[in-house]
């Protein structure tokens, strides 16, 4: 049987390595490779900050080659993508940002891709993210919602609010595929969709996706 | 069970449809959709020109329409795309081209991207889908190999004509990871990717990876 | 004498082809390329689909073909350039696209261009068309009318609507020269300009004038 | 009677001036705008610096708007398009730099254009027009052949130069459409266009193109 | 002791030369290179058009050449950066533009810069600037508070239009950086960088910073 | 008297910030602001990979915050530029990346930097820098030498093979300005400057100067 894809919840909130846990639930497939979802233990609550992104990037590594031997593959839970390029350096392991991830899923179902941020700190980050991937050309904006990591769970306010952000995106913006902008949204997906009318991409799902081609064609 | 993604070879020649569904068998799994290929009865035996690639989208559309409700996905299986924009509109499901996919798959696999191409007239046809896709900023060059479609199961000649290519893009024009540029070639990849020491995407698997995950996550 | 320039317009409406033959009228220059306009039989009503864009493309071609050793260039007059690429492989003769050509034309009257397109449903095409073209930096907006191709005709309400979408252009996009985004256009053109006071761009006029450059210049 | 285009070669070298006379003249057509070739007295021999190019603007913009009042169009004939924005403010009539002209007609017959130089000390000025025009994506490369404008009349010198330049763009640097960077280089483009297999651009033939255009489409 | 930096004001008023003067002061320091500030007698009273900057690059390169054993750098102090790629060519010494030293300073400073113009007919010359510059990702926009050079001096009134001004630009446009788009507003920056909450750069004081490295490191 | 300028070296190398120290002297001008260097002790010896890039970003947050109150700006000597953005948003006071400084200062002294790098597997890290800043239009390329940051001190092989690469950027890559992509290598600037004929550009004597503007003009 093939070794697990390792899922890394960066931050040290359970609460939404369980929702990552839960949603990535569809692409457990019998006969396709296991999947794990751990938190890291040295992680903050949320990851909000530049500061906060790189200081878990040394830990993040070394979970990483710790585990190595036991995966075939890992996925880096925060949309901020902390320490993609170290672990790419550290390990011959295939290893997908979901910030990353979302990004190029979303060029397959639209033409111009919009994010919903948790705070307006985001947006910054977000945007040398898109400059250094190379999509600014495919760039529709960034709306964000005003709640931290930790306050996603209000679940009437934040559906709400990821709502009015989406229509943004969509109406005024002009964007026609809508990005969660962080790994504990997954649960807003389904609704939002609907409502918006729109493609509405999970970062974590998108990178366990091709995680999952990637190990099935190693 | 869910409707099977139906991937559609839009050239006529099932051997180039028997080596796709060869290429995709590790991404049956079960559980998960089943795969389904067809190949376009009304395409050329290859598709080698613009004039090819436009000829097939009427048929490939109407193909598309008269399944939709049996399928839960669609793929287009030929590297230029045809159709992909036209299949979009023409049925709700996701419709992934292969050329989009292994490009958006091979930015999380490396920094810039190098092509295996058939044919030297496929040159600008591909670069005006970089442009289009608004990859520019990640595309390292486009090697030709000089075999028509039907010529690719020579394969001695094919595989040594690809390394020759593979090693140019990663040496002399910076490519970091390799991408097939052409549905014909998957039988190749794994050989190639050992020969050259870099991630060599398959532009079918690429695509079918993602549709797996677009039909488990409606 | 000169081979005549053949404007083919590839959607079947002869309406169409008669406006198109009276926009092209000032060009038709006594010591100059004769230019004849033709509709394609096989074409839509109108071209207001992708799909649409690539049926047209073998009869197209087909037509070119027959009438190459009669032509000396071919105009292809519909906004989306319909088998450019391809008409281009099928014949030596220089092959313009309206779209293309206006675009270019614009790129010398202004600094950023605006697009006064048919339907909603165009957007997404011209802004691949854009980028595809590598134009990105000179395009300052897309807005439709929300009338279709045969819908031209009813000049009070077109031509308000085109004053309407003109001034959101100028005003609250940027662009300092507009381009009338369907061949159907040409009548407004120059009412609009006045309207406007900046210079309007009717495509296959576009075309005509760098066809003429072209045949009279092999 | 149409008021004649008027071009202006901004080099005092009358030569030049009666090169480009020469060259334009299958565009003066009967029922056709006149098209009368100036030199501007106040002009250095040749424009090979910026202080040269910028030297010019001056009286460029006076003998504009001394003869707006008979003129129904400028262009402005220096590949460096000295003035260019200065002369549109100074007229309300539709002015052409060639040196544009060149480029955004290059982009309807090739994917990626090269220029063909006459000193390497204008490459960076021609690289800097690229990025303003915004057509980096377009640009194979620039090739110089290290002859100065009054040098251009060497005829089977240049004509060598041309062709070693020539086939290195195309080549090595991948252009499928080559530019003559210098209005004094117009008798050498049929030959070479034939000894390249590729389309050619004289960039004044190309400006005046554009100029009957805009005069026969006010 | 160090030659000068020498600044060259381009227009002909000599406030605005009093007014760099007084704007450079803190960056003469002892030890450092003296700052001298030239009025260029033949300048018009304000730089408005790009005649006017064409105009001046004649004598402003002759002043250079003039002073150049006497001089260790040289900046051209108008936005428009008039003659900067002429003066290069005509003196080794290292010469600054403040125009193209404001955006290089403004991009250590934040993600994105707005400029604040002094007329509507600056825009179009200056996104030339942002597009030959190659600064076109990191351009947020540019307001103009319709204000002429001469214009500059009543206090109460551009203060508050370049406050009005560049809120638009933080607030609507998204920049963090802001560059004072004229040579004589550095009398508003640090009350507008008060009011604004964001970095407020002066052209003259970003190119004076950059020519002191230059003549401290040669 | 003003606060210092600290300038931190996120190595532990104390020959690297000795070196920096002394290429930095020609900037501590009288009346200017002082400039101190200080090592941060938890830096590896070198860094070498995007972990040790991200490793250090805490460490030096908390140094820059320990030391807020007693600095007037700051400077990461790294040309990795580790933790830019989040030194941003630890501290109000201007924070300077030398990579970054270095490239927005090469744009003032040519057209198009090259970067001349330790390791060949700095490469990745430097184009996803260039892309990060928006900057690609003025990349000309970049040549590792071989040596890490501990093998800098070898004056004699070091010299030579950052002139092999230097000369490779000048001619095979058209780079005109050329810059030192190591805070180690400030040593042989001058003598490289001479030996290729372009500016070369010291990272940290870059990012200095940029600092002291910023801390003269508050």
Chains 1, 2, 3, 4, 5, 6 share one sequence.
Do not use: W
Not at 82 to 108: F, N
Not at 180 to 205: F, H, N
């Amino acid at each position: 049987m093939s070794l697990p894809i390792v899922v890394v919840n960066p931050n040290s909130t359970q609460a939404v390595t369980d929702g990552i846990d839960e949603a990535i639930e569809p692409l457990r497939l019998e006969g396709g490779p296991p999947i794990e979802c751990r938190t890291l233990a040295e992680g903050p609550p949320g990851i909000e900050t530049e500061e906060h992104s790189s200081a878990v990037v040394k830990p993040l590594c070394e979970l990483i080659r710790s585990c190595e031997a036991n995966a075939s593959a890992f996925v880096i839970a925060c949309y901020s993508d902390p320490g993609l390029h170290a672990a790419r350096e550290a390990t011959k392991r295939p290893v997908l940002g979901i910030g990353e991830s979302a990004m190029v899923t979303a060029l397959t179902r639209g033409e111009r891709f919009g994010i919903l941020s948790i705070l307006e700190a985001s947006l910054p980050r977000h945007r040398r993210a898109v400059r250094r991937a190379g999509l600014e050309a495919r760039f529709a904006g960034d709306v964000p919602i005003g709640v931290g990591v930790t306050g996603l769970s209000e679940k009437d306010k934040v559906h709400e609010l990821l709502e009015v952000g989406g229509l943004r995106l969509r109406d005024e913006l002009g964007a026609d595929v809508v990005i969660l902008g962080c790994a504990g949204m997954a649960r807003y997906r389904k609704s939002l969709q609907e409502a918006l009318g729109l493609p509405v991409i999970d970062p974590t799902q998108a990178a366990v996706t091709l995680a999952i081609g990637a190990v099935r064609l190693p």
